[in-house]
């Protein structure tokens, strides 16, 4: 009955700690008629290019982090805010994802 939803167009977003999300589908909240509950992938993160630590930083994509932060969910009710509200109130703005430069992680993954 709570199927998700694919979206139509790429959105993506970044929080305080540079990491930059891309919303991929939302469904309704089981408890609530009024809310939905936004699902968000991790693209890439702001941290050290190379894995030998020689200062450079950029943008890595997902690979390079934990698994805990690769997904985030957050909850808008279109009745009481906007998408824009709900993702700010949740420390992310939305980004136009071509004026970042993300570099493919090179080191191992476990």
Same mark, same amino acid.
């Given at each position: ?6 979206? +139509? ?11 930059? +999300? /891309? ?10 008629? @009024?809310? *939905? ?10 941290? #050290? ?9 950029? #943008? !890595?994509?997902?690979?390079?982090? !934990? ?6 969910? @957050?909850? *808008? +009710? ?5 998408? /824009? ?6 420390? *992310?703005? @939305? $980004?136009?994802?071509?004026? +970042?430069? $993300?570099?493919? *992680? /090179?080191?191992? !993954?476990?």
């Amino acid at each position: 009955m709570w199927k998700n939803l694919e979206l +139509y167009s790429d959105t993506y977003v970044k929080n305080s700690d540079n990491m930059i +999300y /891309k919303l991929t589908d939302f469904r309704q909240l089981q408890d609530s008629e @009024i809310g *939905f509950l936004f699902s968000m992938e991790l693209v890439a993160g702001y941290d #050290y290019i190379n894995t030998d630590y020689n200062n450079v930083q950029g #943008y !890595v994509s997902k690979e390079n982090f !934990v698994e805990d932060v690769h997904s985030y969910d @957050i909850t *808008f +009710y279109p009745l009481a805010e906007t998408l /824009k509200e709900a993702l700010e109130d949740n420390d *992310f703005e @939305i $980004i136009n994802i071509n004026d +970042y430069t $993300i570099h493919q *992680f /090179k080191g191992d !993954v476990e």
